[in-house]
């Protein structure tokens, strides 16, 4: 960010401190007004024709742009990758629970990959984890949608399930409230 004598460009758009538009001036006119007014020139969109400058005290400027920064950051999402693990053979109230946390992940927004682990002789009747997966998709099929059909990795079979959009949900929870 360029200020006061670091500024080149011959002609500016100005903008005062309350962003009412001076017009384009020149850099040394410019640079006289903000001195008048006890403040800086500030570039503020240097790639326009001609560049954008505003007369404002740097030092708070600075700070309200840094301040800004934090929110956005505050704002944003990180989407993460949640593990939900079962076996072929994983009881109902166990599978319930799994069903649970599964749920809140994605209303959480974030991805969840469920994984079912075979072991030893299970290998031979990989469609028992196959129906289990199907049935925990099944499940969350209100609020989610299969990435990619379930894979199986040697001794795991996965498949990621990603949050449906928000207002798809709402608007489903609200079809079913009015039918009831």
Request: hydrophobic share 35%; net charge positive.
């Amino acid at each position: 960010m360029k200020v006061n004598k670091q500024i080149r460009a011959p002609r500016l758009r100005v903008i005062d401190k309350e962003g009412n538009q001076l017009g384009i001036l020149t850099l040394f006119d410019a640079l006289a007004r903000a001195e008048e007014m006890g403040l800086d020139l500030v570039e503020i969109a240097p790639s326009a024709t001609p560049p954008v400058c505003k007369i404002v005290d740097f030092g708070k400027y600075r700070y309200q742009q840094t301040k800004k920064e934090k929110e956005s950051k505050k704002a944003q999402h990180q989407v993460k990758l949640k593990e939900v693990k079962v076996k072929p053979h994983t009881d109902e109230h166990d599978l319930q629970t799994k069903l649970r946390h599964a749920k809140r992940f994605l209303l959480e927004g974030n991805k969840v990959k469920i994984t079912c682990v075979f072991r030893g002789r299970e290998m031979f009747h990989p469609e028992f984890g196959q129906a289990l997966i199907n049935r925990i998709c099944d499940n969350l099929s209100e609020i989610s949608t299969i990435e990619a059909p379930p894979k199986l990795f040697g001794k795991i079979l996965a498949v990621v399930i990603v949050p449906k959009a928000k207002k798809k949900i709402n608007k489903d929870s609200h079809a079913k409230n009015e039918a009831s």
